[in-house]
């Protein structure tokens, strides 16, 4: 069984900075991209930042700049670092990740339970 696990959420002032961590356990054969999403109440879930296997990053245009996204292979990894945090930031973040389980023959998508990062004004 495959599980993320994520750790860093809290509470900021504005302007502050916080910095989430995801781990990946459990029987992996192996991983693709690792990212994060954000989610507020009545909004869709959003893609904040993703990094390729290799170390490729995407991120939205609204952290550009204030975020960078690390990943560490070897320990199924992935972080978050939040700079220059904005009230607009606040949202519920879950990791993801596409992991290939050993015996599975293929990809599938597994989420965190989810972080609260809450940024006041």
């Known amino acids: 069984q495959v599980q993320l696990v994520e750790s860093g959420g809290g509470f900021v002032q504005a302007g502050g900075s916080l910095r989430l961590s995801c781990a990946a356990s459990?029987?992996?054969?192996?991983?693709?991209?690792m990212g994060w999403y954000r989610q507020t109440p009545g909004k869709q879930r959003e893609l904040v930042a993703a990094i390729s296997s290799g170390g490729n990053t995407n991120y939205a245009d609204s952290v550009k700049g204030r975020f960078t996204i690390s990943r560490d292979n070897a320990k199924n990894t992935v972080n978050l670092q939040m700079n220059s945090l904005k009230p607009e930031d606040t949202a519920v973040y879950y990791c993801n990740a596409d992991i290939r389980g050993r015996g599975m023959g293929r990809f599938a998508a597994y989420w965190g339970q989810g972080t609260q990062v809450t940024v006041s004004s």
């Open positions: 459990g029987s992996i054969f192996s991983i693709n991209a």
